[in-house]
Structure formats: structure tokens, C-alpha cells
């Protein structure tokens, strides 16, 4: 399947203003083996959450999801522990960019309320479609732009800046 | 066409006449600030495999998070960063104990000038906005992008203006002021937003207090702040720097997104108080209640400066920390901390009780050097009050000024600084 049209099922619907310190706290930022963070997410504000993160997990949530600290971890941990896709109302801007440069598709879409933990997606990142097959319903969603596109389809920033080098 | 302080800088470094919100721009990046999180830069760095970075005199490279090394872990990041600055010939590095916090040491080391591009991977690289410097947090991934290529693209902002005027009340401060305005606008007011602050008020404020300004408007979500490129501003760099200084300003007739007028008298009549667990949840220190701490904490790149331990010494001067209290003072950098040490304000900090962390970041990001228990409660003159902040999830972290932290130490309880002169009244009459 392409990396553009994403399938799976809703991990967890959280709420507004998810901060990068309940993504991943502060005091695991010294950890250099980039796998093990993943085991860190979430720890101290959603104990619970972790373990229902496996691959082709989709996190859902409301505003400002990322707000905070510059700490490319928070994403970077969602990765490794598996999700494929973050959607929220809005994200918050270093968070955004962070998602996108690690490889983790970042999708706005203002009715985020829509979706439940448990519910199917599917995702069209480029033409801003998000349909949720268990409620039977579409949701727009703000389609990439060709940069971000781009950079989702080397895997992140790092490999496509090593292919460019290498051309 | 006129432009804002964030339309014209970035129209300039991309090389056009003008850009306007939501343009995307590539433009060269003037500055380039890590702190640890250098190492994780270095690696996805040599992970593209660039040889070499692109430019070894636009990078600084500034521990501050965890100084000492509070682990072995840490101390062998140290040490390959080291090897790394060594091996690249970057010239600006600033180990444990020749620097402090990374914004504070851009500051006072003179490298940040008007209308230069500086990215940092920190948030609050807003905080240079105060040197006219569209100055912006990215992550370590980018960053080696920047590394790399030495530019980078950015998507224009709209401004939100703020204008205050009036005088500064008894006790109220820059912070009180910022801390009212997140509370009015939220988490996510300025998401993206270029914020300028202006008016007769911000004007009268010293460079470390417009740092505080710029450095909290992260916590609304701006992009960029800053505060007017003045006289007082130009003072300040001037003996920090031999590069020219350009005094850069906004065009009259610009177009903001929309502008808030802040009334000091009216809207900031007294301290403000951010209650955990969201630096928005602001309320007026005397709408409180009691609210016993734990502890209290005075340092940051928000307020660690001469005048927030100015402040703290000259309340604590002849009084003691309260029994049931730990202080915890933070100098933001070693020429800070030497500065208090010449006006003996470090001496009055410490024999009321208070104990000095070294220069650095000490417990505001929950690492070490005054971590919180469950249960416990601190007010802290830090940023940030998120779950788990400063140590246990359990624990609760409310944000204030640095004299609302120092008389709140005495207290053993929140209080304004004013509460302690009545009861000295009191105890007179
Ligand atoms: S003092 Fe706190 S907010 Fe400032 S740079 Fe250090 S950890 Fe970040």
C-alpha cells in the first residue's frame, strides 16, 4: 500500500493541549538507544496508553496536540512504538515539523471529535480525506503539501537528505 | 507594501521584497544553538553523511540541562558533543561551568543581534526576540538539516500585536504581565503567530524583563516575539559585541492579525499565579486561597537573572526561609551567578536558608538538582507546569514571579510580597 493512503484502527481519542512532557517526559531524554524511548511514552500522564500502541496504531486528539518543549522524542517515540498517524484539530508548530521530518504523518482535521478509540480510518494524506469506516462517515482533513509529501515518502528528513547528498 | 518585525526579517534573509503570512520562504539561518540535544543533532548528522557542517562559526553549542553530568549516561553525551565540536573546529562551545542556561549566554555573549535568523533546538529560542532576532525553536532532526545546508524553510507568520501601557504596580513584574496575557489568549493563542510587543510600558522595561516576554510567548504557542529594538537595547549590545547593529523596527501601517491592549493598572493590579497543570490556568495571587508548598524555586531562562535574585535577597535579607520549606536558587549563568556574588546578594539567598544550584537548567525540566515528590506542591519561577514537570506526576507546580517565589519561601505558603509588609506592619504597630 502507499505511504499516502494509511488504514487502521484508533489506539486512543485524547483531548486538547497534549504537551510534549505527557508524551515523553523530560527526565528520558538522555537515552541515546533511539528504540528504547518508545517505552517511555506517555509513562507519567496515561500509564495505561502505552501497551495499546503497536503497529498501524492511529492516535486521535483535539487541540494543540505537542505543545511544549522541542524535543523531537515525543514523535520520534510514537514512531518506534509503531503509530502510523497522528490526527488532530491543530498541533502545535515544532511538534508538527518534528512529525513530519521523522516520518510520522501529522493530519489536521477539525473534527476529530468524530472519531472514537476503537473506531477504523482510513487516511488520505494527500487528498485530505479521512473516512472512518466504523461510523460510515468522511471527514475532511488538510491534504500535505508536496514538502511535507516528500518527506514522508524517504521516511524523514535524515534519509532524504542522504539520498539528495548521494544523487 | 508595509511589513511587520517578522515579514521584514525573513523578506530580507529569503532575498525578496516583501513576504506575507502563510508564504513559505527558504532563508539562510544566521545562528544555529543546541544544548545536550547536540548529540542527538551529531547523529543524525553523520547519519546523512555530510562530512562537515556548513559553517562551524554560525553554531554554539551551550550545556545547560543537566550540568554537572548527573549520570554516567549524560557525561558520555558530554563527551562525544565534545569530541564533535572539537573534531568540526566549532567555535563557540561552552562547557560546564564557562556558560549557564543557552538562551541567557546568547544573550550576554553578544551573539544575537537585530534582524538575524536563529534557529535553536530549544522552544524557547523565542526569547531572542527581544534583540530583534526572529529567533524559533526546531527539532534535533532538522537541525542537522541545518547543518548541513545552512538554511531552512519557513512559512510566514501573521502578528498578533500586544500593546501595554500604564505604570508597573507594587510588586508586579514582566512575568505577572506575560503570565495575565497567556491566561487572556490560552496554550494555543499565538499558535504560529509572530507576537510583537510594544507600547510605554514594554519600553520602560529592562533587557532581562523583555526576555521574559519573548521567552513565555512560547508558552502560547508563538513562532517569534519581540520586543521594540530601542536605545536601551543597543546599550545593552553594544560592549557585547564588535559586529554592526542595525536598528530594525516595524513599518507603520503594517498589518496585524489582530491587537490586544493591556491597561497595567487595570488588567495586572497584583502578582499573577499560573496553577498547575497548564501554564494558562492564571489567576490573581490574592484569589488563591492557602496554598502550602513544598518548595520553592527561583532560576531559569525565564528568571534567573541579577535582578530576579536582586529581587529575592532583598526580601529575604534578615528573614528565613519558613521551616517547612526548602528554596532552591538557580543563577542562569556563571556571570550571573558571579555578579550576585560581588553585590552579596548570594550571601543574604544563603543565610536565610536558600541553597545555589549550580548555573543551569537545575530541576525545571524534572532531571535533577530539586526534583518533586508525589504529593508534593513548589512554586517555581520557571515556564512550564506540566504533569510531571519537575518530577513526580503527583506533584503540583505553580508559576510566578521571582518576588512572589521569594515571599511565598518565607511564607511557607503562596502569598504576595505585600503580605509580608503588612505583617511587618503589624508586628510594628
Ligand atoms: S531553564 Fe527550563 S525552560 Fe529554560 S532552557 Fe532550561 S529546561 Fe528549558
Request: proline share 5%.
Amino acid at each position: 500500500m502507499s505511504r499516502l493512503i494509511l488504514r487502521g484502527h484508533v489506539a486512543a481519542a485524547l483531548g486538547h493541549h497534549v504537551d510534549t512532557d505527557l508524551i515523553y517526559p523530560g527526565r528520558y531524554l538522555n537515552i541515546t538507544d533511539r528504540e528504547k524511548t518508545s517505552e517511555h511514552l506517555f509513562e507519567l500522564a496515561y500509564p495505561d496508553l502505552r501497551p495499546r500502541l503497536g503497529p498501524g496504531a492511529i492516535l486521535v486528539a483535539g487541540r494543540n496536540f505537542g505543545c511544549g518543549s522541542s524535543r523531537e522524542q515525543a514523535a520520534a517515540a510514537m514512531r518506534y512504538a509503531g503509530v502510523q498517524a497522528v490526527l488532530a484539530v491543530s498541533f502545535a508548530r515544532i511538534f508538527y515539523r518534528n512529525a513530519i521530518n521523522l516520518g510520522l504523518p501529522a493530519v489536521v482535521c477539525a473534527e476529530t471529535a468524530r472519531i472514537a478509540s476503537g473506531d477504523e480510518l482510513e487516511i488520505d494524506l494527500e487528498g485530505g480525506m479521512v473516512t472512518n469506516r466504523t461510523q460510515g462517515v468522511s471527514l475532511a482533513s488538510a491534504p500535505l503539501d508536496p514538502r511535507a509529501v516528500a518527506l514522508l515518502e524517504a521516511g524523514g528528513l535524515a534519509p532524504y537528505l542522504k539520498k539528495k547528498y548521494a544523487a | 507594501m508595509a511589513m511587520t518585525m517578522a515579514e521584514k526579517i525573513l523578506a530580507r534573509a529569503a532575498g525578496r521584497q516583501q513576504v506575507s503570512p502563510d508564504e513559505i520562504v527558504v532563508a539562510p539561518v544566521d545562528l544555529a544553538m543546541s544544548h545536550e540535544n547536540a548529540d542527538l543533532v551529531r547523529k543524525t548528522f553523520q547519519q546523512i553523511g555530510r562530512p562537515t557542517v556548513w559553517d562551524p562559526g554560525k553554531i554554539v553549542i551551550i550545556f545547560d540541562h543537566r550540568v554537572p553530568a548527573e549520570s554516567e549516561k549524560t557525561a558520555a553525551t558530554h563527551r562525544s558533543v565534545r569530541e564533535f565540536v572539537r573534531a568540526q573546529g566549532i567555535t563557540h562551545f561552552y562547557d560546564v561551568g564557562r556558560g549557564g542556561i543557552c538562551h541567557q549566554v546568547l544573550a550576554e555573549q553578544g551573539h544575537v543581534r537585530p534582524g538575524m535568523v536563529v534557529v535553536g533546538t530549544d522552544s524557547h529560542t523565542t526569547t531572542h526576540g527581544a534583540f530583534g532576532a526572529f529567533a524559533t525553536g526546531i527539532g534535533a532532526t532538522e537541525m542537522a538539516g541545518v547543518w548541513c545546508e545552512g538554511a531552512l524553510w519557513f512559512k510566514a507568520p501573521a502578528t498578533i500585536r500586544i500593546l501595554a501601557q500604564g505604570e508597573f504596580q507594587a510588586w508586579v513584574s514582566a512575568k505577572d504581565l506575560i503570565l495575565f496575557i497567556i491566561g487572556r489568549l490560552g496554550a494555543d493563542g499565538a499558535d504560529y503567530r509572530a507576537v510583537e510587543f510594544d507600547g510605554p510600558a514594554i519600553r520602560g522595561l529592562t533587557v532581562a524583563s523583555r526576555m521574559v516576554l519573548t521567552n513565555l510567548a512560547m508558552e502560547m504557542g508563538a513562532k517569534v516575539a519581540f520586543t521594540p529594538v530601542d536605545d536601551w537595547l543597543l546599550e545593552y549590545l553594544r560592549p557585547r559585541t564588535a559586529e554592526p547593529l542595525e536598528r530594525i523596527e516595524p513599518d507603520a501601517g503594517a498589518v496585524y492579525e489582530s491587537t490586544l491592549e493591556i491597561h497595567l493598572e487595570r488588567d495586572v493590579a497584583e502578582p499573577q499565579v499560573s496553577c498547575p497543570h497548564a501554564v494558562d490556568q492564571v489567576q490573581p495571587v490574592s484569589a488563591l486561597g492557602s496554598v502550602r508548598i513544598d518548595q520553592a524555586v527561583l532560576g531559569s531562562c525565564t528568571n534567573g537573572r541579577l535582578e530576579d535574585l536582586e529581587v529575592a535577597a532583598a526580601l529575604l535579607a534578615g528573614r528565613k526561609v519558613h521551616p517547612d520549606t526548602r528554596l532552591i536558587v538557580i543563577p542562569a549563568s556563571q556571570q550571573i551567578y558571579l555578579e550576585a556574588l560581588r553585590c552579596g546578594y548570594l550571601e543574604a539567598l544563603v543565610a536565610a536558608g536558600a541553597m545555589i544550584d549550580p548555573p543551569g537548567c537545575g530541576p525545571c525540566v524534572g532531571v535533577h538538582q530539586g526534583v518533586l515528590a508525589a504529593g508534593e506542591v513548589c512554586i517555581s519561577s520557571t515556564n512550564r507546569n506540566f504533569v510531571g514537570r519537575m518530577g513526580s506526576a503527583d506533584s503540583q507546580v505553580y508559576l510566578a514571579s521571582p518576588a512572589v517565589v521569594a515571599a511565598s519561601a518565607i511564607a511557607g505558603r503562596i502569598v504576595a510580597p505585600s503580605v509580608l509588609e503588612e505583617e511587618v506592619a503589624a508586628c510594628l504597630a
